[in-house]
């Protein structure tokens, strides 16, 4: 019989790539990480793993029995989701991860939603980078969380987590009023980028220094390849992960920067809004198999009516 624990190991292999890395995030040591990988291969009676220079990589059965450990868990999940919602109420601790923005935005009024409706839960909010997400699902860290994705930077597909679409929005490229770049600029100023190519809503700023989103990020990652599908490479200055800093920076003088829409509310003055052809999606995304659970679907209830009320305000005031 093929331990489920020892399963779950392998699959945190084939996802992060070495055993101390598996070991680091799931708060075993190396050792005995490779001990249980051992064991699941006697279970197993054939070789799952073999060397490759220093890494460890699995075998052709290796990455077959990943793909039965996916469907194994996602059935424990539906199998915790269904007890959960046998009982009385939805309380305990709720742990969600947000992406900056969303944490002074979309949070705030889910959180107020969600204790109203449900004031035994108890959620607990964590910033982290959506591209880290998944693995905090798998390691347990987390039980739900906000995460996007922008064009040019699409999510990678993971079959260990699975998404409920939230919110599409447009971005705005943010320049100082009054600069040549903006002065230059195709759009008119207002919000509106009167149906012009990116390339030529961005070209006006191919020679001012950028803020954008740290190294690493998939915020940085658009920077770069918007900048790029424009014809220049940007000129980073600073590397910023909170939009609202972006905005107080462009204000200063100090280049030029993106914002998604529902950030861009309220903006500082001396600031120019213009809406480009470029959008993030924000998802809420949890463990495969763990969307009936009561508190992750209050989570997402709650989440989508946050984000109906703010909307409409958000275009309104763009």
Not at 44 to 63: F, H, M, Q, Y
Not at 222 to 251: E, K, S, W, Y
Request: with cysteine; aromatic share 4%; charged share 20%.
């Amino acid at each position: 019989m093929l331990d489920v624990r020892r399963l779950h190991l392998l699959r945190e292999l084939d996802r992060r790539g070495t055993i101390a890395a598996v070991a680091e995030a799931l708060t075993f040591t190396a050792s005995a990480v490779s001990q249980q990988l051992g064991v699941l291969e006697r279970e197993a009676g054939v070789p799952l793993l073999e060397r490759s220079g220093r890494r460890v990589i699995l075998t052709p059965a290796g990455r077959s029995l990943v793909a039965h450990a996916d469907a194994v868990l996602n059935r424990l999940e539906q199998a915790v989701a269904e007890l959960a919602g046998a009982r009385d109420g939805i309380g305990g601790p709720l742990r969600i991860g947000t992406y900056p923005s969303g944490g002074h935005t979309i949070v705030p009024h889910a959180l107020a939603e969600l204790t109203c409706r449900h004031p035994l839960l108890e959620p607990m909010v964590r910033e982290i980078d959506s591209a880290r997400v998944s693995d905090g699902l798998r390691a347990g860290e987390l039980d739900v969380a906000l995460v996007h994705d922008y064009d040019f930077v699409p999510a990678t597909p993971d079959t260990t987590v699975d998404e409920v679409p939230l919110l599409e929005e447009p971005m705005y490229l943010v320049t100082r009023a009054g600069s040549e770049a903006t002065r230059n600029g195709k759009g008119n100023g207002n919000g509106n980028g009167n149906g012009k190519t990116l390339a030529a809503l961005l070209g006006s700023c191919a020679e001012v220094p950028w803020i954008t989103a740290r190294d690493g990020t998939t915020g940085h990652a658009m920077a770069v390849r918007a900048c790029q599908a424009a014809g220049f490479q940007p000129r980073i200055r600073h590397q910023v992960n909170d939009f609202r800093t972006v905005l107080a920076l462009v204000a200063a003088g100090q280049g030029a920067g993106f914002v998604p829409e529902m950030a861009a509310v309220p903006s500082p003055a001396g600031v120019v809004l213009t809406e480009l052809p470029l959008f993030r999606r924000s998802k809420v995304a949890f463990r495969a198999g763990g969307g009936a659970h009561p508190a992750i679907a209050a989570f997402v209830d709650a989440a989508t009516t946050a984000v109906d009320r703010m909307a409409g305000s958000c275009r309104t005031a763009v």
